[in-house]
Nanobody
Framework: QLQASGGGLVQPGGSLRLSCAASVRIFSTHNTAWFRQAPGKEREFVAV??????????YYSDSVKGRFTISRDNAKNTLYLQMNSLRPEDTAVYYC??????????????????WGQGTLVTVSS
């Protein structure tokens, strides 16, 4: 299971760090990712770290590249998303997810079978 936390209200230009705790060790075998869903919109890919067995490379959506950083702490079984220079359009419920999918599927919502419960991020003045 995955448990996301760290959401809240932040002003434009501010920073926030999300956490996702895993109940079992999955980072060596699973790609772990963040997705988000804004009101009235479909869930979209944000960032992913490939499994340790696949090299652990990171990928980002164009909309967050250079502002967000995905990372993980293997010892704590925790995935993070550091979000800087936040914008109102970043407002959404953020979900962590895990998948054993291949490289071509890492941005695809339906490729992920394990999801956290979501944490709300609101960027507003």
């Amino acid at each position: 299971q995955l448990q996301a936390s760290g959401g809240g209200l932040v002003q434009p230009g501010g920073s926030l760090r999300l956490s996702c705790a895993a109940s079992v060790r999955i980072f060596s075998t699973h790609n772990t990712a963040w997705f988000r869903q804004a009101p009235g919109k479909e869930r979209e890919f944000v960032a992913v770290i490939r499994s340790g067995g696949s090299g652990g490379r990171t990928y980002y959506s164009d909309s967050v590249k250079g502002r967000f950083t995905i990372s993980r702490d293997n010892a704590k079984n925790t995935l993070y998303l550091q979000m800087n220079s936040l914008r109102p359009e970043d407002t959404a419920v953020y979900y962590c997810a895990a998948s054993q999918g291949i490289l071509s599927s890492i941005r695809v919502v339906n490729a992920y079978g394990t999801w956290g419960q979501g944490t709300l991020v609101t960027v507003s003045s």
